[in-house]
């Protein structure tokens, strides 16, 4: 499982992190998640609350927000969100477009509780 793999390296970024905010607690993450990542959200979750029992993150939650498809236009420099996955310019028709974003997975900030 894919999932599994991304939530182990998350759980490892998040635990030397961990390391560096003592005493204070760890507990949430926020993840931004691209629609064209391929990521499971529910998977992720999933992954990361079976492998962080035990550990001292075990209270720790993720918060996943997704990020919608953005592209440029290449031909009238355009920017837009793709949406149902056309990918062609709606000003000007092209297909010569550009992903700018929506395939990432970011953590984006780390709660601590003090
Ligand atoms: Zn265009």
């Known amino acids: 499982m894919h999932e599994l793999s991304i939530a182990q390296s998350i759980l490892g970024i998040v635990q030397k992190e961990a390391e560096k905010q003592k005493p204070a ?3 949430a993450v926020g993840l931004r998640i691209g629609a064209l990542s391929g990521i499971l959200a529910d998977a992720l979750e999933f992954g990361f609350d079976a492998i962080k029992k035990g550990t001292p993150l075990e209270d720790c939650r993720l918060h996943m927000e997704e990020v919608p498809v953005s ?3 290449e031909e009238c420099g355009h920017d837009f969100e793709v949406k149902e996955l056309m990918f062609a310019c709606p000003q000007c028709a092209s297909a010569s477009i550009r992903v700018t974003r929506g395939q990432e997975l970011d953590i984006a900030y780390i709660e601590v509780d003090d």
């Open 25 to 27: 607690r760890i507990v």
């Open 71 to 73: 592209a440029r236009c």
